[in-house]
């Protein structure tokens, strides 16, 4: 018989849930609002999890700088995720085996498991949203680095770092930039505006929309030619909401093409795919983990 596993996507908003087979199909998934509190959070993942007892465990993506031992460390937007072992607490609360794993890291295993990073060793998954973070894959496996913020993307300077300029590559090339940035160029409250209003509005001819996306995709190549010349990955993959725009890749292409044209000592064009995986990614990623790197045997001892 498949084996099942338990996967929760912890949200700001909301705590998406499914159950993945190991062949990384989802069945039974739905979403429930984030908890107010950590008790309230353990006892949905116990309840959920209590429904599904033949899986083989529960697998988590979160928030923060996820640590092995299950300590969340850094800041997002559920504070109370900070400080107490997470994976601990849920097992205490369900016997049950616990993987947890920062979600852009999730969502860079999902394309390893069964998506368009398949089969390669060295790649970068870049996932845009209200911030940029990404992943980093190594010889086929995740680097977490020295303080676990391997694949923070978004705090790389795009300027020359002088004092009193913090334009890091999250602050002006995330979506939230170019929502900011238009609603700016048109003296608007930004509350008003969408990532997808302000393509509406480019399609329609509107031309501070059209100048606000040109200098989004330049800025997301730049970034992303830097990293080309950081890491030398064998491909580097685009996620967030964004990445399901079809004319996405090609416009960064284009801008790549002509960051390479003017670096007269740049030989080597990043090759650029979007993730295969959008809104499930963190799911799956979250399971891909607990198959590769759960000892199930060492949570048996533990009860």
Known sequence: MMKKYAAFDIG?????????KEDSSIINHDKVPTPESLEELITVISDISAKNNDCEGIAISAPGAVSDKGIIYGSSAIPYLHGPNIKELIFD??????????????????????????GIQDALAVVIGTGIGGAIIKNGELHKGANLHGGEFGYMLLNSGKTGSNEVWSRTASTEALVRKTAEKKDIPKSTLTGEKVFEWADA??????ETIEEFYHLLALGIYNLQYIYDPEIILVGGGISARKDLIDKIQEKLELIMASVD????????AACQFRQNANLLGAVYGFITHCDTADWSRKE
Do not use: Q, R
């Not at 700001?12 to 993945?20: D, E, L, R, T």
């Not at 001819?205 to 059209?210: M, N």
């Not at 000592?265 to 650029?272: H, R």
């Open 12 to 20: 700001g908003s909301f705590i998406k849930y499914g159950i993945v």
């Open 265 to 272: 000592l740049a030989k080597v064009k990043p090759e650029i």
């Open 93 to 118: 609360k369900t016997s049950m085996p616990v993987y947890m794993e920062n979600d852009a890291n999730c969502a860079g295993y999902a394309e390893v498991w069964n998506g368009a990073a398949k």
């Open 205 to 210: 001819g509107d031309e501070d929309c059209i």
